[in-house]
T-cell receptor, first 116, second 113 residues
Framework: DTGVSQDPRHKITKRGQNVTFRCDPI?????LYWYRQTLGQGPEFLTY????????KSRLLSDRFSAERPKGSFSTLEIQRTEQGDSAMYLC??????????????FGPGTRLTVL | TQLLEQSPQFLSIQEGENLTVYCNSS?????LQWYRQEPGEGPVLLVT?????EVKKLKRLTFQFGDARKDSSLHITAAQPGDTGLYLC?????????????FGTGTRLKVLA
Protein backbone atom coordinates (compact mmCIF):
# COMPACT_ATOMS: atom_id res chain seq x y z
CA ASP A 1 0.00 0.00 0.00
CA THR A 2 1.58 3.30 -1.06
CA GLY A 3 -0.91 5.62 0.60
CA VAL A 4 -0.24 8.20 3.31
CA SER A 5 0.92 6.66 6.57
CA GLN A 6 1.01 8.15 10.05
CA ASP A 7 2.71 7.03 13.20
CA PRO A 8 1.70 6.45 15.90
CA ARG A 9 -2.01 5.76 15.41
CA HIS A 10 -2.74 6.51 19.04
CA LYS A 11 -0.88 8.50 21.68
CA ILE A 12 -1.82 9.00 25.31
CA THR A 13 0.25 11.50 27.23
CA LYS A 14 0.13 13.53 30.40
CA ARG A 15 -0.39 17.25 30.37
CA GLY A 16 2.87 19.12 30.00
CA GLN A 17 4.67 16.40 28.04
CA ASN A 18 5.95 16.84 24.49
CA VAL A 19 4.72 14.62 21.67
CA THR A 20 5.87 14.14 18.08
CA PHE A 21 3.92 12.63 15.22
CA ARG A 22 5.24 11.45 11.89
CA CYS A 23 3.64 11.48 8.45
CA ASP A 24 4.91 9.74 5.33
CA PRO A 25 3.15 11.11 2.25
CA ILE A 26 2.55 9.45 -1.11
CA UNK A 27 6.02 9.47 -2.60
CA UNK A 28 5.46 11.61 -5.69
CA UNK A 29 3.34 14.23 -3.89
CA UNK A 30 5.01 17.58 -3.37
CA UNK A 31 2.48 19.00 -0.90
CA LEU A 32 1.91 17.84 2.63
CA TYR A 33 -0.78 19.14 4.99
CA TRP A 34 -1.53 18.83 8.68
CA TYR A 35 -5.06 19.11 10.08
CA ARG A 36 -6.64 18.76 13.48
CA GLN A 37 -10.07 17.24 13.90
CA THR A 38 -12.19 17.13 17.03
CA LEU A 39 -15.15 14.85 17.51
CA GLY A 40 -18.04 15.58 15.16
CA GLN A 41 -16.25 18.36 13.32
CA GLY A 42 -14.58 18.65 9.95
CA PRO A 43 -10.79 18.86 9.75
CA GLU A 44 -9.23 22.23 10.66
CA PHE A 45 -6.20 23.29 8.66
CA LEU A 46 -2.97 23.68 10.64
CA THR A 47 -0.15 24.03 8.12
CA TYR A 48 1.16 22.86 4.79
CA UNK A 49 4.45 22.31 2.99
CA UNK A 50 5.38 22.46 -0.64
CA UNK A 51 8.46 20.27 -0.81
CA UNK A 52 10.47 21.33 2.27
CA UNK A 53 9.09 24.86 2.49
CA UNK A 54 6.37 25.58 5.04
CA UNK A 55 4.10 27.93 3.08
CA UNK A 56 1.25 28.58 5.43
CA LYS A 57 0.43 28.27 9.11
CA SER A 58 -3.00 28.66 10.62
CA ARG A 59 -3.68 30.97 13.53
CA LEU A 60 -4.74 27.77 15.30
CA LEU A 61 -1.10 26.72 15.35
CA SER A 62 0.18 28.20 18.61
CA ASP A 63 3.87 28.55 19.37
CA ARG A 64 3.72 25.18 21.14
CA PHE A 65 3.21 23.53 17.76
CA SER A 66 5.96 23.10 15.21
CA ALA A 67 6.09 21.16 11.98
CA GLU A 68 9.02 20.21 9.81
CA ARG A 69 9.59 18.53 6.49
CA PRO A 70 13.39 18.56 6.33
CA LYS A 71 14.00 16.71 3.08
CA GLY A 72 10.71 17.32 1.37
CA SER A 73 9.55 13.79 2.09
CA PHE A 74 8.22 12.80 5.53
CA SER A 75 7.04 15.41 8.03
CA THR A 76 6.86 15.67 11.79
CA LEU A 77 4.44 17.61 13.94
CA GLU A 78 5.59 18.35 17.49
CA ILE A 79 3.44 19.66 20.30
CA GLN A 80 5.30 20.97 23.31
CA ARG A 81 3.84 21.24 26.81
CA THR A 82 0.64 19.50 25.80
CA GLU A 83 -2.68 20.70 27.20
CA GLN A 84 -5.95 18.83 27.52
CA GLY A 85 -7.38 20.99 24.74
CA ASP A 86 -4.84 19.48 22.37
CA SER A 87 -6.69 16.17 22.51
CA ALA A 88 -7.86 15.51 18.96
CA MET A 89 -7.23 13.49 15.82
CA TYR A 90 -4.24 14.85 13.91
CA LEU A 91 -4.54 14.15 10.20
CA CYS A 92 -1.90 14.34 7.53
CA UNK A 93 -2.66 14.59 3.83
CA UNK A 94 -0.59 14.87 0.69
CA UNK A 95 -1.31 16.08 -2.82
CA UNK A 96 0.05 17.13 -6.13
CA UNK A 97 -0.96 20.51 -7.45
CA UNK A 98 -2.24 19.90 -10.90
CA UNK A 99 -3.10 22.24 -13.72
CA UNK A 100 -5.91 24.73 -13.15
CA UNK A 101 -5.64 24.35 -9.41
CA UNK A 102 -6.79 20.76 -9.24
CA UNK A 103 -5.81 19.75 -5.72
CA UNK A 104 -6.76 16.28 -4.55
CA UNK A 105 -5.71 15.55 -1.02
CA UNK A 106 -5.23 12.01 0.16
CA PHE A 107 -5.37 11.46 3.88
CA GLY A 108 -3.57 9.19 6.26
CA PRO A 109 -5.38 7.26 9.00
CA GLY A 110 -4.63 9.92 11.60
CA THR A 111 -3.01 9.99 15.01
CA ARG A 112 -5.44 10.19 17.91
CA LEU A 113 -3.93 12.18 20.79
CA THR A 114 -5.34 12.00 24.28
CA VAL A 115 -3.90 14.37 26.87
CA LEU A 116 -4.70 13.36 30.44
CA THR B 1 -13.75 34.48 5.99
CA GLN B 2 -14.44 31.71 3.54
CA LEU B 3 -17.01 29.23 4.77
CA LEU B 4 -18.25 26.01 3.31
CA GLU B 5 -21.55 25.07 4.90
CA GLN B 6 -23.03 21.62 4.68
CA SER B 7 -26.60 20.62 5.26
CA PRO B 8 -28.08 18.76 6.88
CA GLN B 9 -25.67 18.37 9.77
CA PHE B 10 -27.16 15.03 10.79
CA LEU B 11 -29.29 12.56 8.86
CA SER B 12 -30.75 9.26 9.98
CA ILE B 13 -32.65 7.29 7.37
CA GLN B 14 -33.87 3.78 6.65
CA GLU B 15 -32.12 1.46 4.25
CA GLY B 16 -33.41 1.95 0.71
CA GLU B 17 -34.25 5.64 1.07
CA ASN B 18 -32.69 8.38 -1.05
CA LEU B 19 -30.94 11.44 0.33
CA THR B 20 -29.16 14.59 -0.75
CA VAL B 21 -26.40 16.45 1.06
CA TYR B 22 -25.61 20.05 0.16
CA CYS B 23 -22.41 22.05 0.31
CA ASN B 24 -22.71 25.83 -0.10
CA SER B 25 -20.40 28.81 -0.14
CA SER B 26 -20.23 32.38 -1.34
CA UNK B 27 -16.74 31.68 -2.74
CA UNK B 28 -15.84 30.28 -6.15
CA UNK B 29 -13.78 27.10 -6.03
CA UNK B 30 -11.30 25.89 -8.62
CA UNK B 31 -12.11 22.32 -7.61
CA LEU B 32 -14.19 20.60 -4.98
CA GLN B 33 -13.86 17.19 -3.38
CA TRP B 34 -16.19 14.94 -1.45
CA TYR B 35 -14.87 12.62 1.24
CA ARG B 36 -16.34 9.96 3.49
CA GLN B 37 -14.86 9.37 6.90
CA GLU B 38 -15.50 6.51 9.29
CA PRO B 39 -14.85 6.74 13.04
CA GLY B 40 -11.17 6.60 13.93
CA GLU B 41 -10.02 6.81 10.31
CA GLY B 42 -8.91 9.53 7.92
CA PRO B 43 -11.23 10.90 5.22
CA VAL B 44 -11.34 8.87 2.01
CA LEU B 45 -11.61 10.75 -1.26
CA LEU B 46 -14.79 9.89 -3.20
CA VAL B 47 -14.74 12.32 -6.11
CA THR B 48 -13.33 15.57 -7.47
CA UNK B 49 -15.38 18.00 -9.55
CA UNK B 50 -13.77 20.80 -11.49
CA UNK B 51 -16.12 22.19 -14.14
CA UNK B 52 -19.24 24.23 -13.36
CA UNK B 53 -22.32 22.09 -13.90
CA GLU B 54 -20.31 18.88 -13.86
CA VAL B 55 -22.08 15.70 -12.76
CA LYS B 56 -20.18 12.59 -11.71
CA LYS B 57 -21.57 9.23 -10.71
CA LEU B 58 -19.97 6.64 -8.48
CA LYS B 59 -22.32 3.64 -8.29
CA ARG B 60 -25.28 4.88 -6.22
CA LEU B 61 -23.67 8.26 -5.51
CA THR B 62 -24.23 11.25 -7.79
CA PHE B 63 -22.18 14.40 -7.34
CA GLN B 64 -22.97 17.75 -8.91
CA PHE B 65 -20.94 20.94 -9.03
CA GLY B 66 -22.96 24.15 -9.29
CA ASP B 67 -22.78 26.18 -12.49
CA ALA B 68 -21.02 29.02 -10.65
CA ARG B 69 -18.69 26.59 -8.82
CA LYS B 70 -19.88 27.87 -5.44
CA ASP B 71 -21.92 24.87 -4.36
CA SER B 72 -22.19 21.13 -4.74
CA SER B 73 -24.52 18.30 -3.89
CA LEU B 74 -24.19 14.62 -3.17
CA HIS B 75 -27.18 12.39 -3.85
CA ILE B 76 -27.30 8.80 -2.63
CA THR B 77 -29.87 6.45 -4.14
CA ALA B 78 -31.17 3.47 -2.17
CA ALA B 79 -28.92 4.07 0.83
CA GLN B 80 -27.35 1.08 2.52
CA PRO B 81 -25.94 0.67 6.06
CA GLY B 82 -22.46 0.67 4.54
CA ASP B 83 -23.02 4.29 3.50
CA THR B 84 -23.01 5.33 7.16
CA GLY B 85 -20.29 7.85 7.92
CA LEU B 86 -19.27 11.50 7.99
CA TYR B 87 -19.47 13.12 4.56
CA LEU B 88 -17.20 16.10 4.02
CA CYS B 89 -16.90 18.49 1.12
CA UNK B 90 -13.70 20.44 0.62
CA UNK B 91 -12.88 23.15 -1.87
CA UNK B 92 -9.72 24.65 -3.29
CA UNK B 93 -9.71 28.46 -3.45
CA UNK B 94 -7.21 30.39 -5.54
CA UNK B 95 -5.48 32.78 -3.11
CA UNK B 96 -2.43 35.00 -3.66
CA UNK B 97 -0.80 32.77 -6.23
CA UNK B 98 -1.52 29.56 -4.39
CA UNK B 99 -4.56 27.61 -3.23
CA UNK B 100 -6.31 27.42 0.12
CA UNK B 101 -8.17 24.27 0.95
CA UNK B 102 -11.32 24.60 3.02
CA PHE B 103 -13.39 21.82 4.55
CA GLY B 104 -17.10 21.89 5.06
CA THR B 105 -18.76 21.40 8.41
CA GLY B 106 -19.67 17.79 7.62
CA THR B 107 -22.85 15.72 7.38
CA ARG B 108 -23.13 12.72 9.65
CA LEU B 109 -25.23 10.04 7.96
CA LYS B 110 -26.65 6.98 9.64
CA VAL B 111 -28.44 4.37 7.55
CA LEU B 112 -30.55 1.95 9.56
CA ALA B 113 -31.06 -1.62 8.40
Amino acid sequence: DTGVSQDPRHKITKRGQNVTFRCDPISEHNRLYWYRQTLGQGPEFLTYFQNEAQLEKSRLLSDRFSAERPKGSFSTLEIQRTEQGDSAMYLCASSLVGRDGLVEQFFGPGTRLTVL
Amino acid sequence: TQLLEQSPQFLSIQEGENLTVYCNSSSVFSSLQWYRQEPGEGPVLLVTVVTGGEVKKLKRLTFQFGDARKDSSLHITAAQPGDTGLYLCAGALAFSGTYKYIFGTGTRLKVLA
